[in-house]
């Protein structure tokens, strides 16, 4: 089993920033892709970014490229997600994902999630 706990949400105005952080309890963290999803009010939750175990190979939603940035310290059991120029569509709870071995970026595909962290962007 790994536990995943997200933290660093909160309220932003527009064009703000935040940084996610998701702590894994696992020694072998490195095992694992990682990942960012999100659900917004009354929307089905959607992908946002994913990693590999080197922190090599990226992916991004297109609606968050070029903003958001997903890295991983693998020393630290550490996922992580910078988040610029933000807008009030960014509004969701943000949730990291595991899956061992390759990364992917289909929710259904992953195997651990967290409890999830509250993002707000005021406009």
């Known amino acids: 089993q790994v536990q995943l706990v997200e933290s660093g949400g909160g309220l932003v105005q527009a064009g703000g920033s935040l940084r996610l952080s998701c702590a894994a309890s696992t020694r072998t963290f490195s095992n694992y892709a990682m990942g960012w999803f999100r659900q917004a009010p009354g929307k089905e939750r959607e992908f946002v970014a994913a990693?590999?175990?080197?922190?090599?190979?990226?992916y991004y939603a297109t609606s968050v490229k070029g903003r958001f940035t997903i890295s991983r310290d693998n020393a630290k059991n550490t996922l992580y997600l910078q988040m610029n120029s933000l807008k009030p569509e960014d509004t969701a709870v943000y949730y990291c994902a595991a899956k061992y071995g390759m990364v992917v970026t289909r929710q259904n595909r992953m195997d651990y999630w967290g409890q999830g962290t509250q993002v707000t962007v005021s406009s």
């Open positions: 990693i590999n175990w080197s922190d090599v190979s990226t």
